[in-house]
């Protein structure tokens, strides 16, 4: 039987967190279905195409698909940085972020190329005829193109145009999570750059790191945008960084320290409900990205080491498989009429909508753990047989 109990004592991280027994995986897939809910705004087409998180965040503009990838990029940072530290060199290291991120990845774009995305043609032209030409919006090169997680193509074969996502004046995409997988396969580079250097072992250079990015995200959030010029102009200075993306860094960094520091970093009830509290009222009032952001990355952690499931972990990880097939999947929902502006809109409303994204996008990433994800991570290893 699953169990959630709460560990009696604080202290260190390093002291509290059990690897075996924690809530990681169920944070994980929570944030997932997050993503799922925010999502189901703009590609159901309710609420004005914005999750009600958005609006209580005022001028910032957060909504809980922001905060969910924000948590995913700590809690990332805060497992990556020890999977270097227990990597025998920085080779396996790269080859565990592979095994681990590309299968799921490569299956949501064949997935989207030769399933879903044929059902939609024939369900607007009722029959595959020229849905396989070629050409730079043809299933071939949707895959070819996005392979390395770079998404150079969002749509396939002009569809999905009807759907409330299109209407809303939106790149159409028929899988607008995709994007955030670069950025993180590049937190994944810098941490293998200054480890094969030497410098993990060095702490105070990944707090340099964090502070950096930390920097350029409150400038970017406190420069408004103007007319003829670039939102957050002066993150120009940093290469990887499109404009609004430094604070997932920051994040990812931020949870480098967690991991760094857990001898000294103090696990505290007190703290968490403090940080929670606080990192609310600055989503609300202002000051989330300077501020609030990482009160909410210390009250993961907390929830994290503090609270335990062990059987969950035995049940396996379907957060990531959710989280990259569960944008199709509201896609294909809102193609076929399950959406405000659809067939069955009288029938289907916004939390049926919710409610039926949810139950299919979970079902998606379980399979997606039990039939191809678990076997991947059986690679980490190397392909030698042991005995």
Same mark, same amino acid.
């Given at each position: ?22 809530? #990681?995986? %169920? !944070?994980?897939?929570?944030? @997932?279905? =997050?993503?799922? +809910?925010?999502?189901?705004?703009? &590609?159901? $087409? *309710? ?61 949501? #774009?064949? %997935? !989207?190329?030769?399933?879903? @995305?044929? =059902?939609?043609? +024939?369900?607007?032209?009722?029959? &595959?005829? $020229? *849905? ?256």
């Amino acid at each position: 039987m699953n169990r959630l109990t709460v560990t009696m004592r604080e202290g260190t991280l390093a002291s509290v967190f059990d690897s075996k027994s924690n809530t #990681l995986t %169920l !944070v994980r897939w929570g944030l @997932a279905l =997050l993503v799922v +809910i925010s999502h189901s705004f703009p &590609l159901g $087409g *309710y609420h004005g195409g914005v999750d009600p998180a958005f609006h209580l965040s005022g001028p910032q503009g957060v909504d809980l698909g922001a905060l969910a990838v924000a948590g995913f990029f700590v809690l990332s940072g805060f497992l990556i940085t020890r999977s270097f530290q227990t990597s025998k060199n920085v080779g396996w290291y790269f080859w565990k972020r592979i095994v681990r991120i590309m299968p799921a990845f490569w299956l949501s #774009l064949l %997935l !989207v190329a030769f399933v879903f @995305a044929p =059902l939609a043609w +024939i369900h607007e032209h009722h029959n &595959l005829a $020229g *849905y396989f030409s070629s050409g730079p919006q043809s299933p071939w090169h949707f895959v070819f193109s996005n392979f390395f997680l770079t998404v150079h193509q969002w749509n396939i074969q002009g569809l999905l145009s009807s759907t409330p996502y299109a209407s809303g004046g939106s790149v159409v995409a028929w899988n607008g999570s995709l994007w955030t997988l670069i950025f993180e396969a590049r937190c994944y580079i810098i941490v293998g750059i200054v480890g094969y250097l030497g410098l993990l072992r060095h702490r105070w250079t990944i707090v340099f790191l964090t502070a950096l990015f930390y920097l350029v995200s409150v400038l970017d959030a406190a420069i408004p945008a103007t007319t003829g010029a670039p939102h957050g102009m002066l993150q120009t200075l940093a290469i990887w960084i499109p404009n609004g993306n430094a604070k997932l860094f920051f994040m990812f960094f931020l949870g480098s320290c967690f991991t760094l520091f857990r001898e000294e970093l103090i696990i505290s009830d007190k703290m968490a409900v403090s940080a929670l509290v606080s990192s609310v009222l600055f989503f609300h009032y202002g000051g989330f990205t300077a501020l609030g952001l990482a009160l909410f990355g210390y009250f993961l952690i907390w929830f994290v080491a503090r609270v335990k499931l062990s059987t969950l972990q035995k049940l396996g990880d379907p957060s990531y498989g959710t989280y990259v097939l569960a944008f199709p999947i509201q896609m294909m929902l809102a193609e076929y009429g399950y959406s405000s502006k659809g067939h069955f809109s009288g029938t289907v409303g916004e939390l049926e909508y919710i409610i039926i994204s949810l139950v299919l996008s979970s079902i998606a990433g379980y399979l997606s753990w039990q039939l191809l994800e678990k076997h991947a991570m059986k690679l980490k290893n190397g392909f030698r047989r042991t005995t």
